[in-house]
């Protein structure tokens, strides 16, 4: 029951992550909600649970959720090779040592955030991440935030 909770907890803190509070958002439409590559994207939500189709692994891109301590990170966008176009699995990142140790051992170009799929890949190694797997499947569209956003 424990995982259960820690789960849907993790589920509800990618949730908001993902979204945002203002009018924009009252048409779908979140605030920055993830980075790629250093670089921030929001998102278009629909209300999707893709849960149960037992799609392969390789038609998902990833999104790692901080559980609402940062913006996630996720491993592609439109404009990459290997884009599923909007088809996403989010995994919920434990901090077992908290963010700042995250950050201590990760950040690996000194910007003061975690926001490459290197530097999840750096904190995983080094334990100051853990992944504790997917928690939602879903589709939604994904686009750059404008620069002066």
């Known amino acids: 029951m424990r995982t259960r909770t820690r789960i849907a907890m993790f589920a509800l803190a990618t949730v908001a992550a993902l979204g945002g509070t203002s009018t924009a958002h009252a048409a779908g439409i979140s605030g920055p909600a993830f980075y790629v590559d250093g670089v921030m ?3 278009v939500a629909t209300p999707t649970d893709l849960s149960g189709t037992g ?5 998902w891109d990833t999104i ?3 559980g609402g301590v940062q913006p996630s990170v ?4 439109p404009g990459y090779p290997d884009f599923n176009g909007g088809r996403w699995m989010v995994h919920a990142l434990a901090l077992p040592h908290g ?3 995250l950050l201590a051992s990760s950040d ?3 910007d003061g955030v975690i926001d490459t799929t290197a530097e999840v890949t750096t ?7 853990v992944d504790q797997g997917v928690v939602k499947y879903f589709v939604c569209t994904v686009n750059k935030v404008p620069a002066n956003s």
Do not use: E, K
Request: no cysteine.
């Open 74 to 77: 996720a491993t592609s966008a």
């Open 108 to 110: 690996l170009n000194h």
């Open 64 to 66: 790692y959720s901080f």
């Open 55 to 59: 799609a392969p692994a390789q038609s």
């Open 123 to 129: 904190g995983l190694s080094a334990g100051d991440a």
């Open 41 to 43: 994207y929001r998102t």
């Open 99 to 101: 963010y700042a140790a």
